[in-house]
């Protein structure tokens, strides 16, 4: 079956960094996605990796290991307004989503 | 621009009711979806439609019809609903169906079926 984990919940402190992990087992990989929601809010798009490495985007960077099946969302510089949950999607052989139950984050100042 | 618009906001409906959830997106996407989010489980796609007059089954099509007549809007339809079809209902667009292709979402409908 396919499956996507990632933790259920984290805590940081305003200002500080988080790292927040997708680990991801599915039929064929077209690409991995990071999503971002607020609490009774919609998804919103982050980022997108494809190939292995690191893409950085303002205070967010994703980064992507293909042979280990493993992603990561990096959040620098926290912010209140970062509390929120974040969720993790691959695209696989069929290029359909396969979202992971998503990450609540909580900030704490 | 409005982007995707969902109605009802929420609604709460009696079991075997059947109830319409409208999606409108003014982007002039291509593909469109519908996911229900329940707590603990991630999005899980209902329905899918890859073009206008084109539709796909998801994850969890059970209990659950659309129609794609038109480039713009993709109702989803619960004929006789059920307790379970209670949750949050997302609709999503996109440009095409490439690998790439980002997934913009709608506010939601929140369904409470009694």
């Known amino acids: 079956g396919q499956n996507i984990d990632q933790p259920t919940e984290m805590t940081a402190t305003e200002g500080a960094i988080v790292q927040i992990n997708c680990t991801y087992q599915t039929s064929g990989f077209n690409g991995l996605f990071w999503y971002q929601q607020h609490a009774g809010e919609a998804p919103t798009f982050l980022s997108y990796?494809?190939l292995d490495g690191l893409e950085e985007k303002g205070r967010f960077s994703s980064f992507l290991s293909r042979s280990k099946g493993y992603s990561y969302l990096l959040l620098k510089e926290l912010q209140m307004k970062d509390s929120a949950s974040y969720l993790c999607a691959v695209r696989d052989s069929n290029y359909q989503l396969i979202w992971g139950a998503g990450t609540k984050l909580i900030i704490k100042p | 621009i409005a982007g995707i618009t969902q109605a009802p906001t929420s609604q709460i409906l009696a079991a075997g009711r059947r109830m319409t959830l409208r999606c409108t997106q003014d982007?002039?996407?291509?593909?469109m979806y519908w996911y229900r989010q329940d707590l603990g489980l991630g999005l899980r796609l209902i329905h899918y439609?890859?073009?206008?007059?084109?539709?796909g089954k998801g994850e969890v099509p059970d209990g659950y019809s659309v129609s794609r007549a038109n480039t713009d809007d993709f109702p989803l339809t619960l004929a006789s609903a059920v307790p379970s079809q209670t949750s949050v209902y997302f609709c999503a667009s996109s440009d095409s169906t490439g690998a790439a292709d980002t997934q913009y979402f709608g506010p939601g409908t929140r369904l409470t079926v009694l």
């Open positions: 982007m002039r996407h291509n593909a």
């Open positions: 990796n494809v």
């Open positions: 439609s890859n073009t206008a007059g084109t539709t």
